[in-house]
């Protein structure tokens, strides 16, 4: 399990992070370290105009964490078998190759 405190979160073509969980379910600590690691000042300040949405229901919903990029794509995680380490590195991954795509497009 990663430290909430240990990652380096960059937002930079993250256009909003909505996080949806009921806090009675057993089953919602990957969603809620999650949005530790993105919600934290140091993550923020990568990119200011991300919106990050926490949305606490008391639905016996299952934990989603819905990223839009700013190229419009979004990606879904359902918290419910994943852990926050899991999340962290699916989010990074696109992230990193949106960075990729970003930085090969500005030297054509």
Excluded: W
């Amino acid at each position: 399990m990663a430290a909430p405190g240990k990652v380096t979160v960059v937002l930079k073509a993250v256009k909003k992070i909505a996080i949806q969980f009921c806090p009675f379910e057993s089953n919602v600590r990957s969603a809620r370290e999650f949005l530790i690691m993105v919600g934290s000042e140091k993550a923020r300040a990568t990119n200011i105009n991300c919106e990050v949405v926490p949305s606490v229901k008391h639905d016996q919903s299952e934990p989603v964490v819905d990223i839009t990029y700013l190229d419009g794509d979004r990606l879904v995680l359902k918290g419910a078998n994943l852990t926050s380490g899991e999340m962290l590195n699916a989010f990074q991954s696109v992230c990193a190759a949106k960075d990729l795509q970003a930085k090969a497009a500005a030297k054509k």
